[in-house]
């Protein structure tokens, strides 16, 4: 008894060590990975990503594609409003339409998303941005002095959040702060997210 004990606990030590390898060196996105529009305001939106095989319609996670994503604040692009280092910069203000989630398990959205950091800048997230990311775990914010948030969802600048942002994100768990500036938001925006733990509404 006390051997085979011991033998389940080496394995389960094994397993631990494996997925703490894999989670280190996961896949990271961020501004040049990434597509944009040009707003009439002057500021950009952030359509997607750049390889479309990213999102997938697959219904099972694939631990070897785990990724995080990072909004910039702020964006070089060329003429043709593509990323560039040498560009003209402009301020990431929104997130398209399903961007990288989509309006169900059918659809091809970001499965394999387990952390998203956005930015400061950000006034609108467009419906089901990130809807269906079913393994999306935490959700953090740059501040505008450069420091990370870990404890609110959401940009202290958002005024408009889209129908079903972040529906379906079964392993999302936080504590969800909304902005006193949040103006307009669309229905189930945490839909079937059955590990939110506190929602608070700042005035």
């Known amino acids: 008894m006390k051997r085979t004990v011991s033998i389940l606990l080496t394995v389960m030590l094994l397993i631990s060590v494996t997925y703490a390898v894999s989670a280190d060196t996961a896949l990271a996105y961020d501004a ?121 969802l959401f940009p202290p600048a958002l005024t408009s959040l889209g129908t079903g942002v972040f529906k379906s994100c079964d392993s999302l768990s936080a504590e969800v702060v909304f902005p006193g500036t949040l103006r307009a938001t669309g229905n189930g925006t945490f839909e079937n997210d059955i590990n939110i733990k506190k929602v608070t509404i700042n005035e």
């Open 32 to 152: 040049d990975d990434l597509t944009y529009e040009v707003l009439a305001d002057g500021n950009v939106a952030v359509t997607g990503y750049k390889d479309d095989t990213v999102k997938v319609n697959s219904k099972t996670f694939d631990e070897a594609k785990a990724h995080s994503l990072t909004i910039p604040a702020k964006v070089m692009l060329d003429s043709d409003g593509n990323y560039s280092s040498d560009g003209t910069e402009y301020t990431v203000t929104r997130i398209g339409k399903c961007a990288f989630g989509n309006i169900g398990t059918n659809q091809i959205r970001d499965l394999n998303l387990t952390e998203l950091t956005l930015p400061y800048t950000l006034t609108a997230i467009g419906d089901f941005a990130f809807g269906y990311c079913t393994y999306l775990k935490n959700v953090n914010v740059i501040l505008e002095d450069g420091t990370l948030s870990t404890t609110t």
